[in-house]
């Protein structure tokens, strides 16, 4: 079936550090790729999103290239801040399907 | 509302009760869907509703599950002689259409402990 694997947390970062959290997929179709963050308190939120191969979505300092070939979509950020603490997660929705299937999260901590 | 409200916030019950959650979407807002959160666990898709219909209930895990939206706005989950196995984090979300095409914005969720 469809399915999102994330790389294990918990991933603990020093400020200004350069992130990566690697995210594939399995899927039937061609799907969209998101990635979605809790932070603490909070409900999950849209970071970014890609719909098609080659896309990138970006926000808030996040990238993430959606590759057809190695099935990843991994969030990188190139400076961190502790603001970014939360739990990030990868999921996919197929085309003509609503619903989201979601990773596992991964629980990022930045310390100052 | 400004955002998808979530009631109640917690809920601990007994098991073999019986328990409703409920979710208020965004205004406007023609699709709904509810999704079960385990601990250290993404979350899992339950059921979706474009407007009053449930469109797709293929994660209802079984009959003790159920769902409603009757007027196309809010809804209430429902769970029937809950076990243990229950508990989690249920969380309710809502998007203009459907959640590939237009972004799903989430509730807060409602903890469920069943002792």
């Known amino acids: 079936g469809d399915s999102v694997t994330q790389m294990e947390g918990p991933v603990t970062l020093s400020e200004e550090a350069f992130l990566t959290i690697n995210c594939t997929y399995t899927?039937?179709?061609?799907?969209?790729l998101f990635w979605y963050v809790q932070y603490p308190g909070e409900g999950l939120q849209l970071l970014l999103k890609a719909t098609k191969a080659d896309d990138k979505g970006s926000n808030k300092g996040f990238e993430a290239t959606y590759r057809k070939e190695t099935t990843s979509f991994h969030l990188e950020k190139g400076s961190v801040q502790v603001s970014d603490s939360a739990v990030y997660f990868c999921a996919l929705s197929l085309q003509g399907a609503q619903k989201l299937v979601f990773g596992q999260g991964t629980r990022l901590t930045i310390n100052p | 509302g400004a955002g998808v409200s979530q009631t109640p916030s917690n809920k601990v019950t007994e098991k073999g009760k019986y328990v409703e959650l409920r979710c208020d979407p965004i205004s406007g807002h023609t699709a709904l869907y509810w999704y079960r959160q385990s601990l250290g666990q993404g979350p899992e898709f339950l059921i979706y509703?474009?407007?009053?219909?449930?469109a797709d209930d293929s994660g209802l895990p079984n009959d003790r599950f159920f769902a409603v939206r009757p007027e196309g706005s809010v809804s209430t989950l429902k769970i029937q002689r809950t076990e243990r196995g229950d508990s989690a984090v249920y969380l309710c979300a809502s998007s203009l259409w459907g959640a590939g095409n237009t972004e799903a914005f989430f509730g807060q969720g409602t903890r469920l402990t069943v002792v």
């Open positions: 899927a039937t179709g061609y799907p969209s």
């Open positions: 509703f474009q407007g009053t219909g449930a």
